[in-house]
């Protein structure tokens, strides 16, 4: 359990001893560490394999860009795939696992992928796997399926916790580099509300990985020094762990903190929380990533970036080999030599390929043993560090699709193009490549936020630094001979795969990277995608810039699903919401079922019953000969006020709303843009500037939603304000003959007479003594009814009033089956009519749309199929024979015509069981129907092996007249 590898020196804690296991092998860290830097200083080079061919694969780089070392941590219900190492802190008991192998990793028997390679080249699975046919989904799917993949899935429910939280600031630093770490500075100085994120768990940047100097200082105790400022100012928060992934519109950042990964167990604590930042301003310093080069094998375990080999010796104390070579084509390279020298490392040799030296292969199976050079000579070392130059990470200023340009001084791609609003760039993202410039700029640029701003505080001085020397030369790929040099390490993308990919036509970058998976890997290609366009720039004949570049999206790094998630899985996926009368509900024997996003009683089984039939039908009979009670507190309910109110809903509604007088009710249609019905509901006017609308519960939000819309962005000049206030309101819907009787004695001092409170009436009025309230004369069952509101606090204090006071009337509770029952007895359409493809004349209602004004999907009304003469119209539907029962989804044929589509009539939208009529009764959409009463047709199910004679009839089975909802 000793590190060969360890040096003095770093940043890590070297008075604490960590243990953690990788591959069943236990091995000591220290607290500082990551998993990447661990391993290597444990002496473990190999950690994985790579995803087509399986090939040996180590340790690339240290940071987010790494596209080797990825590992599964955890067991059990916590098993964790797709992790890199190298953004894995170390902690006691870490559990990690190589993954993408089929036995050991020293042999993985899918390594035999490697030898069929030429058959595997770009573009393959859309050349194979073709014949015979019958092979596919017998043979090569499941092959493809059971080889495919990284990690592994435990399939058992995570059990850790996740939570979703909002920020707000003036200025979101994105990077704590030296630019970062400035700005804030600067920023909170001059007084702004700065947050500033960094993806890792140590700000700094590439200052705890170089020796750079700062204001006289060493740079990672200069950055030090900078945070324990920033974290003293209440003005700034500072975010370690945080990876700010995506740039949205309006000045909102999506970011994930990671509280909990670096422990063993974060409790009952959120392990992740997906931040939605709020900013009015944004620095992105995000830094640069530093390239490869692609030569022959260049893939071996043991070959690292140039810059990662530094952060190793720097930062973490540890040596990735003990005979290391450099290849670079630049002189930022060359520092890699000078600091592994002083770490008493010895530098074999140094490649530079600007003066036609490079490495023309590689030895080393499972770990890199020696380079072959282009002279012949051999080098023997056990680690290669290479630099082909550094490339902004441009990747959050490209989500507002704004497309990089390229900057030939430091053979790069820059923010370029339509960046999201309100956002700068500093030092290295934005191609100042060098320390003193970058903390002259970030400074600068803070200043400028600030005055922007209106701060007024000093925002200091420019700290000082020395500029590096940065001289490169674009050389991308030195592939000169018979052996495959690899551009994209992940998905196993060569060079000339690349150049295939041209010469089969798939020029287009875009079409590059598909056709290759070239950047399509978990590290979006940081360290490939330029490896990529030089090789195919060359090969088109063409320059990098004429090439082009693809852009990219959300998210920069991957984010788990269990942080988009947050807290909605399981039972809080979809949050049940209760009824004001859910616990009187539940005392008296109600069912529930869940309707939109409530539970609601759908029937109150009765000693004796046998059955739910035995409860509805008794509810329904109990209504329609006396009195009963249903909670409809779930309908939605919007509050429109302002002096446009009328007006408002007059161009929401498709009938007429403008003269609606105070104290009535009336019902109304919403149209989509393109005529069809997607909600129906009642609106009562409460005064000349107060309207209340409810809708149906489903479409609760999206009602609300598309108000709004309208409202700002359709009228934004109407004199108009809502609010929903469907939790704010308790209703119950007071339905039958006896129903008056009942409202006159639990409403105070109002005549309810047919003349003094006729049907569609509404007001304001007090219940039980003086309770708040409000009351309507509407009714959903055909029936006399009323709904009566009260505040959502007297729910529960309501419906057990009433049913006191009903007592002597035989008041009845019912739920949602006996309402469906009743609402299809009297013909009134629901979800399962306005599923979306209904219009006004298909439920009948045409004559109350009004040709008279504007309204939301008046445009469309008449389009050819709407008009049809022939077209579908809702009808009622009865069984010849009694004893039939319908079925919901049956479709209709006329007697005689084959069960095909150019002889389908239409179909059955909803059926219930009448207790009233004693059969089963439905409604549905005929063609003509309208016209077709009295005819005889076929319910034809296949489904249930049904096929019945049905007698078309009128929608409205009892009362079609409206008598009883008028008495």
């Not at 008009?867 to 039939?884: A, C, E, I, M, N």
């Amino acid at each position: 359990m000793s590190q060969p590898n360890r040096l003095r020196g770093g940043l890590i804690d070297r008075s604490k001893t960590l243990k953690f296991q990788f591959n069943e092998q236990w091995l000591t860290a220290h607290p500082g560490d990551t998993l990447a830097s661990a391993l290597l200083a444990n002496g473990v080079k190999l950690v994985g394999r790579s995803f087509k061919y399986h090939r040996p694969r180590g340790i690339f780089s240290a940071g987010s860009e790494e596209p080797n070392a990825l590992v599964q941590l955890h067991k059990g219900a916590r098993l964790e795939p797709n992790t890199l190492a190298t953004m894995v802190e170390a902690f006691d008991g870490l559990y990690a696992t190589s993954q993408n192998h089929r036995g050991a990793l020293n042999y993985d028997l899918l390594a035999v992928n490697d030898l069929l390679s030429p058959f595997l080249s770009a573009g393959f699975y859309y050349k194979t796997f073709m014949w015979p046919r019958a092979f596919w989904e017998k043979l090569y799917e499941p092959i493809i399926r059971s080889a495919a993949g990284l990690g592994q899935l435990s399939g058992k429910p995570d059990p850790d916790c996740y939570d979703h939280g909002f920020l707000h600031c003036d200025l979101l630093i994105i990077g704590a580099g030296p630019a970062g770490l400035t700005a804030a500075m600067a920023a909170g100085r001059a007084g702004l509300r700065v947050i500033l994120a960094d993806e890792d768990f140590q700000m700094g940047g590439r200052l705890n990985a170089e020796t750079y100097e700062v204001d006289g200082t060493q740079g990672s105790d200069w950055a030090r020094a900078q945070v324990a400022k920033l974290a003293s100012m209440n003005n700034v928060r500072l975010m370690t762990r945080t990876t700010v992934y995506g740039a949205y519109d309006q000045g909102i950042y999506g970011a994930l903190e990671r509280k909990g990964d670096h422990l063993h167990s974060s409790g009952e604590k959120p392990r992740q929380v997906l931040w939605r930042v709020y900013s009015k301003r944004t620095i992105l310093a995000a830094g640069a990533t530093e390239r490869s080069i692609a030569f022959a094998n260049n893939d071996r375990p043991g070959v690292m970036l140039a810059g990662a080999v530094r952060t190793y010796v720097n930062r973490f104390g540890v040596a990735p080999g003990h005979r290391v070579a450099v290849l670079t084509n630049n002189n930022d390279g060359l520092r890699t030599a000078e600091d592994l020298r002083a770490k008493g490392i010895e530098v074999t040799r140094i490649i530079d390929v600007r003066n036609g030296q490079f490495v023309a292969n590689t030895t080393g199976r499972k770990g890199l043993t020696s380079l072959q050079l282009n002279t012949g000579e051999r080098v023997e070392t056990d680690c290669l560090a290479v630099s082909g130059g550094w490339s902004p990470n441009v990747h959050l200023s490209s989500h507002h699709r704004g497309r990089p340009v390229w900057r030939e001084d430091i053979a790069g791609f820059v923010p370029g193009g339509e960046i999201p609003p309100g956002m700068h760039i500093a030092g290295a993202a934005g191609g100042t490549m060098t320390l003193g410039a970058t903390l002259l700029e970030a400074h600068k640029t803070a200043a400028r936020i600030a005055g922007e701003l209106g701060a007024n505080g000093q925002v200091g001085s420019v700290p000082t630094a020395n500029d590096e020397d940065f001289a490169s030369k674009p050389i991308f790929h030195v592939n000169k001979g018979k052996h495959r040099a690899w551009v994209d390490l992940q998905n196993d993308v060569t060079t000339k795969d690349v150049i295939q990919s041209h010469q089969e036509g798939f020029r287009s970058v875009e079409h590059l990277k598909r056709y290759t998976t070239l950047g399509m890997a978990t590290d979006q290609g940081k360290t490939s995608n330029m490896l990529g366009l030089a090789v195919m720039a060359e090969a088109s004949g063409k320059t990098i810039p004429e090439t082009g570049t693809t852009i990219f999206r959300p998210p920069y790094s991957p984010v788990s699903i269990g942080a988009f998630a947050g807290r909605s899985r399981g039972k809080h996926f979809r949050p049940t919401r209760l009824t004001p009368s859910h616990a009187w509900a539940a005392e008296n024997g109600a069912s529930f079922v869940e309707s939109g996003a409530w539970l609601r009683a759908e029937w109150y089984t009765q000693p004796g019953e046998k059955g739910w039939r035995d409860s509805v039908d008794r509810e329904v009979r109990a209504t329609r000969n006396g009195v009963g009670i249903c909670d409809v507190s779930t309908l939605g309910k919007i509050d429109i006020q302002g002096r446009d109110a009328a007006e408002f809903l007059n161009k929401i509604y498709a009938n007429a709303f403008l003269k609606v007088p105070v104290g009535k009710v009336r019902y109304g249609l919403m149209l989509r843009e393109d005529g069809t019905v997607y909600d129906d509901g009642t609106t009562a006017r409460l005064s000349e500037t107060h309207f209340v609308m409810t809708t149906t519960t489903a479409n609760a939000v999206l009602v609300f939603r598309n108000l709004e819309f309208a409202r700002q962005c359709l009228w934004p000049d109407l004199d108009v304000h809502l609010i929903s206030t469907t939790d704010a309101w308790a209703q119950f819907s007071v339905a039958g003959p006896k129903s008056r009787a009942l409202m006159q004695k639990v409403v105070d001092d109002l005549d309810l007479s047919n003349e003094g409170f006729p049907f569609m009436a509404c007001t304001d009025c007090t219940v039980f003594g003086g309770t708040p309230a409000r009351l309507f004369r509407i009714s959903f069952s055909g029936e006399l009814a009323y709904e009566i509101a009260v505040p959502a606090r007297y729910g529960d204090a309501m419906i057990r009033a009433m049913m006191e006071a009903g007592e002597a009337f035989g008041l009845t509770p019912y739920g949602t089956e006996a309402l469906g029952v009743m609402r299809i007895e009297k013909g009134h359409v629901a979800g399962s009519e306005l599923n979306g493809q209904t219009d006004a004349r298909m439920i009948g209602l045409e004559k109350m749309v009004s040709r008279k004004k504007d309204f939301i999907g008046a445009a469309l009304l008449d389009r050819n199929e709407q008009v049809r003469d022939d077209g579908l119209r809702l009808v009622g539907l009865k069984p010849v024979d009694p004893k039939d029962s319908l079925t919901a989804g049956a479709h209709f044929f006329k007697p005689g015509d084959p069960e095909d589509m150019a002889h389908d009539q239409g179909w059955m939208t909803s059926v219930a069981y009448s207790p009233e009529l004693g059969y089963s009764i439905g409604l549905g959409f005929l063609k003509q129907g309208n016209e077709r009463h009295g005819e005889k047709i076929r319910g034809f199910s296949p489904i249930r092996g049904q096929d019945i004679v049905l007698e078309v009839c009128s929608p409205h089975h009892i009362d079609p007249e409206g008598d009883r909802q008028r008495g």
